[in-house]
């Protein structure tokens, strides 16, 4: 079986061709847009889906030829369905619909978050029930994956999530963006305890996550020594350190509950993912890799060009959903809010994301 897959949910334009042979991953195309939004500090919508429109056409043809397949070695067509900048979604599930129809191939919408969430039972053959900590620019989740379509979530973020916390704090250092591999590549150099950050909600019970407090304590010390522009090099090092030390420890600590959660709902569980932008950073997968061995857990974190946004995990999570018989309808509506889990409570606090 072989999908392809599309991935237009935010500013990457994606494309891939997945089978369930090895190797599975046969082409793997991703277009960044980083050069289109860097001026502006962030990502345009509008900008972005124009971008979409101006190139999935020419990366469709390139994947096939990658792979070195046309359309009748398919078995479907997917595109992230949502949740996501809306503009962007419905380029890539007019172009996935638009095939499907044209070349009578099943056509699959497929949650951004699934894709990021099965990606490790694509490099890992991760078993169900597992463990998981979806770690985005947009999300923060700690997750049962159950089976495919089948999530529990176990908590959420009460304000922002932790990839946004990273791109928040690399502004305020005057780091650019994406701030996530800034930060990381900074706090190379810096020490992490030079400047003592907040670990909001530690010991408190439970699994949601909350990082407002964090960047309010950073910007004041920013703001304490003079302004963005007065830091000196090693200022924005140990700030970087102590930003991601401070990110990663609440992250920990809170997949702690998880895991306590975890084993007593699913005592044969045995895996702890990590999954989504903020997985590739190697602090954090240190620090959990250590947590899941305590807790005799497996830790699987699926290389970093897979965390971050990519085709072959909307691919893969279209072809686990096609093998299941999930297959959508042509009158699919592009969802700018999905959540994996529609049972759970709506969280509190101020800019929760689904
Ligand atoms: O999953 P993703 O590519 O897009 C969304 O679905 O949001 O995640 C992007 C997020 C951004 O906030 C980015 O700063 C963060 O992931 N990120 C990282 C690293 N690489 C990307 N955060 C920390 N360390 C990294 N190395
Ligand atoms: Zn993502």
Redesign the pocket.
């Known amino acids: 079986m072989q999908v392809l897959g599309i991935e237009t949910?935010?500013d990457?334009t994606a494309v891939a061709i997945v089978r369930d042979r090895h190797p599975r991953i046969r082409a793997n195309l991703v277009l960044s847009q980083l050069a289109e939004h860097q001026r502006f500090g962030g990502i345009v919508p509008e900008v972005a889906a124009r971008a979409h429109l101006g190139h999935l056409d020419r990366l469709v043809g390139r994947a096939l030829s990658a792979a070195g397949v046309g359309w009748d070695a398919l078995d479907g067509i997917a595109a992230t369905g949502g949740p996501?900048l809306i503009g962007g979604v419905m380029v890539g599930v007019m172009l996935a619909k638009s095939v499907a129809l044209a070349r009578e191939l099943p056509f699959l919408a497929v949650n951004?978050l699934e894709g990021?969430a099965l990606t490790a039972r694509l490099t890992d053959d991760v078993p169900f029930p597992f463990l998981l900590l979806l770690?985005?620019?947009?999300?923060c989740q700690l997750l049962v994956v159950e089976g495919v379509g089948r999530y529990r979530r176990l908590g959420t973020t009460v304000d922002d999530?932790?990839?946004?916390c990273?791109?928040k704090g690399?502004k305020l250092v005057g780091l650019g963006f994406?701030?996530?591999?800034a930060?990381?590549g900074a706090a190379a150099k810096g020490d992490p305890t030079r400047f003592p950050l907040p670990r909001p909600l530690r010991g408190r019970p439970g699994c949601d996550f909350s990082f407002s407090g964090l960047k309010t304590a950073l910007r004041e010390i920013v703001v304490a020594r003079g302004g963005t522009s007065a830091l000196s090099e090693q200022d924005v090092a140990d700030l970087s350190a102590s930003l991601?030390a401070a990110i990663s420890d609440s992250l920990v600590e809170r997949t702690t509950h998880a895991i306590e959660r975890f084993h007593g709902q699913h005592p044969t569980g045995s895996h702890l993912v990590v999954a989504?932008?903020?997985a590739?950073?190697?602090a954090?997968r240190a620090s959990l890799s250590s947590l899941a061995a305590g807790h005799d857990l497996v830790f699987v974190a699926p290389p970093?060009e897979l965390?971050?946004?990519n085709g072959a995990m909307i691919a893969w999570a279209a072809l686990e959903r096609l093998k299941a018989g999930l297959v959508d309808g042509l009158d699919f509506a592009p969802r700018p809010r999905w959540p994996l889990d529609p049972t759970a409570p709506k969280a509190t606090g101020a800019g929760v994301k689904a």
């Open positions: 949910s935010c990457e996501g951004h990021h770690v985005s620019g947009g999300h999530a932790a990839g946004e990273f791109d690399a994406p701030g996530g591999p930060i990381e991601q989504g932008g903020v590739a950073n190697r954090l970093p965390c971050t946004d």
